[in-house]
């Protein structure tokens, strides 16, 4: 968009030194002057009318050793999944190109595990080669990362890292045991200062608080950096996990923190991740005018159902919307 340098500055500053109480003021503004606020912000980086779009493959699925309390992949919860080992490098590509046929600019791929070990770290990088090769951009979700790690997959081409922040620092434990805050700001640290784009978001609707939101985007804004992507899941309740079961939130609560994301992070991608099957279209509507301009695209999330594809693409047709954009600002 062609922006002013003044206007830029004027209307949506890139800054982190935000305090957790002009968070919460933009979480309490009326509805309307928040959206407004929102998709002035939006349009000074971004094209109101494109979106980009991602598809995500589980390459290594369930049997996983931590208990995030939301995630039907951990070992410890009954949730009727099957497991499976590592995939072959020729079968994630065949995925990506399919993927890539749909319409998909980036794919994702995700293994639930703490922390990859070494030797499976060769075989996702021959997987991000691969995938790079087919004209995609590539991110990979694998848990905690050394710093040899990091490096290894940085120098095998990987654009993305996805690791997310969940939620508050004070909400964390009621989550999550196994690992700290600290575990994953460490993680993301790493990745940022090896020099591959950060994506980082979390999860709303696990029974967290307004402040424990507005505590989880202040996390994100202040990083030296903003990450170049920011998921925002709405949590999928699974059967056997804890948080099945658990109230859930009003859709406009989380057309609010998309909102205020896009406000804080003007230059990032704000994705609106899982939990879409059983959003509305009217409610994704209003969260591409709350400044999302990124999805998951694609019949399946990790493990659960995404929106059919096309669905999505009737969606977009009706809102006027094309998919593009697979690059950073
Ligand atoms: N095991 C790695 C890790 O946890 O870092 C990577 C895969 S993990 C499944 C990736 C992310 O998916 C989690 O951090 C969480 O934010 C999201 N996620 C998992 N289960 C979810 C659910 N039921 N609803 C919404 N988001 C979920
Ligand atoms: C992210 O923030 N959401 C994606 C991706 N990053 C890896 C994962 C969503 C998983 C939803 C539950 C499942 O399908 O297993
Ligand atoms: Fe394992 Fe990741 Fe699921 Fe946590 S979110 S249980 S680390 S796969």
Redesign the pocket.
């Known amino acids: 968009m062609s922006a002013t340098p003044e206007l830029i500055t004027i209307a949506a500053p890139i800054r982190h030194d935000w305090q957790l109480a002009e968070i919460e003021a933009l979480f309490a503004l009326p509805f309307n002057d928040l959206l407004f606020k929102a998709q002035t912000v939006h349009r000074v980086y971004f094209d109101p009318n494109e979106i980009q779009v991602s598809s995500l493959l589980s390459i290594k699925t369930g049997s ?1 050793s ?1 208990d ?1 309390g ?4 951990s070992a410890r919860y009954d949730s009727d999944l099957n497991p499976e080992a590592l995939m072959p490098v020729d079968a994630v590509l065949k995925a990506a190109q399919q993927a890539k046929d749909q319409g998909a600019s980036r794919f994702c791929m ?5 922390s990859p070990k070494d030797r499976d770290i060769q075989r996702v990088v021959e997987m991000v080669q691969g995938v790079k090769a087919l004209g995609m951009e590539t991110c990979v ?4 990362l050394t710093d040899k790690q990091t490096q290894v997959l940085k120098d095998g081409g990987l654009d993305y890292y ?3 922040l ?1 939620t508050s620092e004070e909400y964390y434990s009621e989550i999550i045991t196994t690992r700290t805050y600290q575990d994953r700001l460490d993680t993301l640290e790493r990745v940022r200062d090896a020099g591959i784009n950060v994506c980082c ?3 709303v609707g696990m029974g967290e608080s307004e402040t424990d939101r507005a505590k989880l985007l202040l996390q994100l804004v202040n990083m030296p950096k903003h990450p170049e992507s920011v ?1 925002i ?6 059967e056997g ?1 804890p ?1 099945h079961g658990i109230d859930s939130l009003d859709p406009l609560q989380f057309v609010r923190t998309i909102a205020v994301a896009r406000i804080l992070m003007p230059q990032s991608r704000v994705r609106l ?3 879409r099957k059983d959003m509305s279209d009217e409610m994704q509507a209003l969260c591409f005018l709350a400044g999302a301009n990124s999805i998951f695209y694609g019949d399946k999330l ?1 493990t ?1 159902d995404n929106p059919m594809t096309n669905h999505d693409q009737q969606l977009f047709d009706r809102l006027g919307v094309r998919m593009g954009g697979s690059s950073y600002a």
């Open positions: 996983c931590e995030c939301y995630c039907p992949q995700g293994a639930a595990w703490r979700t694998l848990g905690m996805n690791h997310n969940d978001g979390g999860i998921p899941n709405m949590l999928v309740q699974v996990t948080l991740s899982a939990g990790l659960t």
